[in-house]
């Protein structure tokens, strides 16, 4: 078993904070340039995919790849990114992945065949897995625990957050303005700027001295890889389907795998005494539902203002504008309240305006307006996340010690990526069950008609679904913090 956080052993051997040289200010600058450079690249793509398809020439199954190879290297390899870092200096590794996400997204806008635009976008999904992680134990080991590291969180939270709506606005404006490729080639002077002045801001953090856990690294990397699969092959061919069974199947063997090598080696690339801590593991649960509801809107909102609404894609892109500025704004105001009302006060106050806003877009119809029923829902999940995903963080980074740091951050990551890959399997098939249902209750009905129809009763069954993941993230905030059983004993 390995070492519990407190023993001598884990102590002598626990490398000290990441340092900064006097611009601890500057210095998150920089990380977090990187990070928006790299959430944004999840969503910045949705908009540019018919052009993209034109001009490249994908088939229709073949585009969905743009998404999924991204989405597949990145989510499979964030546990080993996380754990490299600890091991070999989170500012080396940083450095590493900036450097072949941004070489990437070059190949990638360069790209005049459908595969090598495919082979750019799993290299910017490893570059990806590589930086992230590290950005997260930068902060968290630039900045002591208390106000200063807090308002950090908040920050960084802002960005990921609102970095994800954003990339649907820049999508919108690049793909109207300009030419799909831009939507790659802007990741290039971010990332050289990156690149050049991290190392005059950023200290090396001491490393991990130890063996890297190979086999921790290949059965983890297999395992994330083979159930992220599954999840977007569930998306586009089924539940049922031999391939999805075939990856849910290999990635249950790998992670069991994983789990008991883990919990045998004194290296482990995921420590599982992360897991010791109720209201640590409720955070990433937690997380890992807000994600699946949020990903899930935007997917489905992006296709209503266009289908339904109309729009363009540069207004369609702006739609979602109130949602990044409510995020942006609303998380620099977050760590200013968890002194006061503390982490898990603000969590439940955060998300009764996430369950409302997504349930009142549940109730989306052919004649809703985006002034009557998109823009409310917009400002009251942007004001929810903004306020709960503050101190989600903070959970899930409080009390660990800095030679796990890399580790625990590469972990709330990991949630992030595969809530979104499940939030999405799951409601693009709730969707298509509603709206093959809609299509054949309507077979008398026009054409265009029924399709729109269709439409909007499958994109309202996802909401409807997404709203459910939300209410059982504050049931899960509720048990993991006690809350539930303090409001028992009250009454």
């Known amino acids: 078993m390995p070492a519990s956080p407190t023993s001598p052993a884990i102590a002598l051997r626990r490398p000290g904070p990441s340092r900064v040289r006097g611009h601890p200010g500057l210095a998150l600058i920089i990380m977090l340039s990187a990070q928006l450079m790299i959430i944004l690249d999840m969503t910045v793509v949705n908009i540019a995919l018919p052009h993209i398809q034109a001009g490249l020439h994908f088939s229709t199954d073949g585009l969905?790849?743009?998404?999924?190879?991204?989405?597949?290297?990145?989510?499979?390899?964030?546990?080993?990114?996380?754990?490299?870092?600890?091991?070999?200096?989170?500012?080396?590794?940083?450095?590493?992945?900036?450097?072949?996400?941004?070489?990437?997204?070059?190949?990638?806008?360069?790209?005049?065949?459908?595969?090598?635009?495919?082979?750019?976008?799993?290299?910017?999904?490893?570059?990806?897995?590589?930086?992230?992680?590290?950005?997260?134990?930068?902060?968290?080991?630039?900045?002591?625990e208390g106000r200063e590291r807090t308002r950090a969180l908040g920050v960084y939270s802002a960005?990921?957050?609102?970095?994800?709506?954003?990339?649907?606005?820049?999508?919108?404006?690049?793909?109207?303005?300009?030419?799909?490729?831009?939507?790659?080639?802007?990741?290039?002077?971010?990332?050289?700027?990156?690149?050049?002045?991290?190392?005059?801001?950023?200290?090396?953090?001491?490393?991990?001295?130890?063996?890297?856990?190979?086999?921790?690294?290949?059965?983890?990397?297999?395992?994330?890889?083979?159930?992220?699969?599954?999840?977007?092959?569930?998306?586009?061919?089924?539940?049922?389907?031999?391939?999805?069974l075939a990856a849910f199947g290999g990635a249950a063997v790998l992670l069991a795998a994983f789990l008991l090598t883990e919990s045998r080696t004194a290296h482990a690339i995921t420590p599982l005494r992360l897991f010791a801590s109720l209201s640590r593991s409720g955070s990433y649960l937690t997380r890992l539902l807000l994600v699946a509801g949020m990903f899930g809107m935007f997917f489905f909102l992006t296709q209503f203002v266009q289908e339904i609404l109309g729009l363009r894609p540069l207004l369609a892109g702006v739609a979602f504008l109130p949602l990044?500025?409510?995020?942006?704004?609303?998380?620099?105001?977050?760590?200013?309240?968890?002194?006061?009302?503390?982490?898990?006060?603000?969590?439940?106050?955060?998300?009764?305006?996430?369950?409302?806003?997504?349930?009142?877009?549940?109730q989306v119809n052919a004649g809703t307006s985006y002034l009557g029923g998109i823009l409310g829902p917009m400002l009251l999940l942007g004001t929810g996340m903004g306020v709960v995903f503050v101190p989600l963080t903070t959970v899930s980074l409080a009390g660990v010690a800095p030679a796990d740091s890399g580790a625990a951050s590469s972990m709330v990551n990991v949630m992030q990526q595969l809530g979104g890959a499940l939030?999405?399997?799951?409601?693009?098939?709730?969707?298509?069950?509603?709206?093959r249902h809609a299509v054949a209750?309507?077979?008398?009905?026009?054409?265009?008609?029924?399709?729109?129809?269709?439409?909007?009763?499958?994109?309202?069954?996802?909401?409807?679904?997404?709203?459910?993941?939300?209410?059982?993230?504050?049931?899960?905030?509720?048990?993991?913090?006690?809350?539930?059983n303090g409001l028992i004993r009250r009454r």
């Open 423 to 435: 939030g999405l399997a799951i409601l693009v098939t709730v969707f298509g069950t509603a709206y």
């Open 324 to 362: 990044t500025v409510t995020v942006f704004a609303v998380s620099r105001l977050a760590p200013r309240l968890m002194p006061r009302f503390g982490s898990t006060r603000l969590m439940l106050a955060g998300m009764l305006p996430v369950i409302a806003g997504m349930a009142w877009l549940a």
């Open 64 to 144: 969905s790849w743009v998404l999924n190879a991204y989405t597949l290297t990145f989510g499979g390899l964030l546990l080993l990114g996380g754990r490299a870092g600890d091991i070999l200096g989170r500012r080396r590794v940083f450095l590493a992945g900036i450097t072949l996400f941004t070489v990437a997204s070059l190949a990638g806008g360069l790209a005049t065949q459908a595969w090598w635009l495919l082979a750019a976008r799993a290299l910017q999904g490893v570059g990806g897995a590589l930086a992230t992680p590290a950005v997260l134990a930068l902060v968290v080991g630039s900045f002591p």
């Open 159 to 244: 960005v990921l957050m609102g970095g994800a709506s954003l990339g649907l606005v820049l999508g919108g404006l690049i793909t109207e303005w300009a030419s799909w490729r831009w939507v790659l080639f802007v990741n290039v002077p971010v990332g050289v700027l990156v690149v050049a002045v991290t190392p005059l801001f950023v200290t090396e953090s001491p490393r991990q001295p130890g063996r890297f856990d190979l086999a921790g690294a290949l059965t983890s990397t297999g395992g994330m890889t083979a159930l992220v699969y599954g999840f977007i092959r569930a998306a586009s061919d089924g539940w049922a389907d031999r391939m999805t």
């Open 441 to 484: 209750a309507g077979t008398t009905a026009p054409s265009v008609a029924l399709k729109n129809s269709a439409l909007v009763h499958g994109v309202s069954s996802a909401f409807t679904v997404a709203a459910v993941f939300d209410g059982c993230a504050l049931l899960v905030i509720l048990l993991s913090t006690g809350a539930l």
